[in-house]
């Protein structure tokens, strides 16, 4: 596609459920980054993928999220075991060439009830 | 630690006026320089990026900004401000010394009066 897709663009989820985001990066983009926004906040960030391998990940908050990028394309944000700070809209963003100057997707806005 | 201070979190302008959001930054190492806009419901825009070389970078938009390293700083400006740039604005930098991530302000709310 022209730019990074993210679905679901919204998610509603009950606390403790289980959650799949999605990123689809500019084809051939070979850097793939996830940024969490907090209302009021600067997005931050969680994790960088180059290529198929987690490059970076010191961002995760903790063990209840994890990433994947298993073909080195399309990335899946899980979280685990929901709680409501984790209400946020999580951002994805892809790079050709795993420097600073990314594309940012429009966001999955994800609350937790 | 790396960090990323936007002052204002609210700044309102009249339309033709000048405008320019401040950033201030905190690194230990050689940064690199962004700002994005955001609009609601939107993704984040690149506006412009210092990477090396002339310290006046121009971007898209009309918008330039300015390094001043003795100052830490990388403010934006814009000469005549539209109604159309009311949005969030945000500041980020990044250093290798620090791996591929970006760090972010909060953020400047823009708003513009006609």
């Known amino acids: 596609g022209a730019g990074v897709s993210q679905t679901p663009s919204n998610k509603v989820t009950e606390k403790g459920k289980y959650v799949e985001l999605r990123c689809d990066p500019i084809s051939g983009h070979t850097a793939l980054y996830w940024y969490r926004q907090s209302l009021g906040q600067g997005p931050e960030f969680l994790i960088y993928f180059q290529g198929t391998g987690a490059a970076d990940d010191s961002g995760l908050p903790n063990d209840r999220f994890f990433a994947v990028r298993p073909e080195g394309s399309v990335s899946t944000l899980k979280i685990q075991r929901t709680e409501r700070g984790d209400s946020a809209v999580y951002l994805c963003?892809?790079?050709?060439?795993?420097?600073?100057?990314?594309?940012f997707g429009q966001g999955t806005r994800l609350t937790v009830v | 630690a790396q960090s990323v201070t936007q002052p204002d979190i609210h700044i309102t302008v009249s339309e033709g006026a000048s405008l320019e959001l401040r950033c201030n930054y905190s690194y230990g190492a050689t940064p690199y320089l962004f700002w994005y806009v955001q609009s609601p419901g939107q993704g984040l825009q690149l506006l412009l990026k210092?990477?090396?070389?002339?310290?006046l970078v121009q971007g898209i938009k009309g918008f330039e900004a300015e390094f001043k390293r003795s100052q830490s700083s990388f403010n934006l400006r814009k000469p005549s401000v539209h109604w159309s740039d009311a949005a969030e604005y945000f500041c980020a930098v990044g250093a290798q010394e620090y791996g591929n991530k970006l760090v972010f302000g909060a953020g400047t709310i823009l708003r513009v009066k006609s």
């Open positions: 963003a892809s790079s050709s060439t795993g420097g600073f100057e990314a594309f």
């Open positions: 210092y990477f090396s070389g002339d310290t």
